[in-house]
């Protein structure tokens, strides 16, 4: 996936870059609005600051959605109510304030483009050439459990595993690091959406389909007050977190 950094602040731009260049992605970084215009190159994703050196971040988004349909991401430290509402109004489709993980960017990254129908993100994985009984390079393997993203398929044992669209999402996200604990409202917010309103019981709902479909609860433990996480029955200990 290819992403245009608009980004005048090279200490925020370089370990961005480095960071997202992990994951898998290309990023093209411009440090003025009048480059970011400029770009001859066609992104699947804009990440754009407001506070540029030639002119306002805001102006650039403009620009941008006068012309074209590309998914946009404001990063900056304005978090004021205003900036956000006026930033969304003219068009970007989400708002990460300063500072800001990597992790939490993709997942917004995440978000964003499957709500716009842009490219999906696929996360690179190093791996061998498959044996003949082995996955596929792109599949992610958690002990007996095979994820394929690709494929959207999951294998647990050698046995195909069905799941609907969104508890496939539901465990593609947990599985995108392991073993930590990811908030309610993380998931909430990348596998269904942001401006969701439903019930968040439906969160719950989904973990114990995944939980019944996977075997074994074990699969997916509760950090209490928090949120879950994905770990593999066996190797680590399922301990409920307090508060």
Same mark, same amino acid.
């Given at each position: 996936m290819r992403l245009l950094l608009i980004e005048d602040d090279d200490r925020i731009a370089g370990p961005l870059t480095?960071? %997202?260049?992990?994951?898998?992605?290309?990023?093209?970084?411009?440090?003025?609005?009048?480059?970011?215009? $400029?770009?001859?190159?066609?992104?699947?994703?804009?990440? %754009?600051? !407001?506070?540029?050196?030639?002119?306002?971040? !805001?102006? @650039?988004c403009r620009s941008l959605r006068a012309r074209s349909a590309v998914p946009i991401i404001m990063i900056t430290a304005r978090g004021e109510e205003a900036?956000?509402? @006026?930033?969304?109004? !003219?068009?970007?489709?989400?708002? %990460?304030?300063? *500072?800001?993980?990597?992790?939490?960017?993709? $997942? #917004?990254?995440?978000?964003?483009?499957? #709500?716009?129908?842009?490219?999906?993100? %696929?996360?690179?994985?190093?791996?061998?050439?498959?044996?003949?009984?082995? *996955?596929?390079?792109e599949a992610q393997v958690l002990g007996p459990l095979v994820l394929s993203r690709r494929t959207r398929e999951v294998h647990l044992d050698g046995r195909h595993v069905a799941l609907t669209p969104r508890e496939f999402d539901l465990l593609a996200f947990l599985a995108d690091d392991p073993g930590t604990v990811c908030s309610r409202q993380q998931i909430m917010d990348t596998v269904w959406d942001p401006h969701f309103f439903g019930p968040t019981k439906t969160l719950d709902a989904h973990v114990a389909a995944l939980r019944r479909k996977l075997g074994d609860p074990g699969w997916i433990t509760t950090a209490r007050g928090v949120g879950f996480r994905l770990t593999v029955p066996g190797e680590h200990p399922a301990v409920e977190a307090t508060g």
């Open positions: 480095e960071g %997202l260049g992990r994951y898998g992605f290309t990023v093209d970084h411009v440090r003025t609005g009048t480059a970011g215009l $400029a770009n001859t190159t066609t992104p699947d994703l804009v990440l %754009l600051d !407001l506070g540029l050196p030639d002119m306002d971040g !805001l102006d @650039v900036d956000r509402i @006026v930033g969304l109004e !003219l068009g970007a489709d989400d708002y %990460l304030a300063k *500072p800001f993980g990597v992790r939490e960017l993709i $997942a #917004r990254i995440r978000a964003v483009t499957r #709500r716009s129908g842009a490219p999906a993100y %696929l996360p690179t994985e190093p791996a061998q050439s498959p044996g003949p009984h082995q *996955p596929a390079p």
